[in-house]
């Protein structure tokens, strides 16, 4: 069974930086491309939104509002997928998961929230 433990997150104020780490077992992070997603205060989990991927050639993608802030990569060896977070704002709040970019597994983890506020 695919377990994801998301970890890293806390409070900031706006412009620092936080580094999420996501650790995976039951499952080889290396076969797959992997991705984070947030999900913002008063949404549902259904509504999730893809935040960056990494290819299993590390080939990154990030969405528009993040770029140039975040960096993805992950770590086969350690079958552990990271999320660098600088220059923070508040509209980065959210809780934030860790998962396959396509078909995400259905055992999400528990999500580490992060909130940016002065």
């Known amino acids: 069974q695919v377990q994801l433990v998301e970890s890293g997150g806390g409070l900031v104020q706006p412009g620092g930086s936080l580094r999420l780490s996501c650790s995976a077992s039951?499952?080889?992070?290396?076969?797959?491309?992997m991705a984070w997603y947030r999900q913002a205060p008063g949404k549902e989990r259904d509504q999730r939104d893809l935040?960056?991927?990494?290819?299993?050639?590390?080939?990154?993608y990030y969405i528009e509002s993040v770029k140039g802030r975040f960096t993805i990569s992950r770590d086969n060896a350690r079958n552990t997928v990271y999320l660098q977070m600088n220059s923070l704002r508040p509209d980065d709040t959210a809780v934030y998961f860790c998962?396959?970019?396509?078909?995400?597994?259905?055992?999400w983890g528990q999500g580490t929230p992060v909130t940016v506020s002065s």
């Open positions: 998962n396959r970019r396509i078909a995400p597994w259905t055992s």
């Open positions: 039951g499952t080889s992070v290396a076969s797959y491309p």
């Open positions: 935040v960056a991927s990494v290819s299993t050639y590390s080939s990154t």
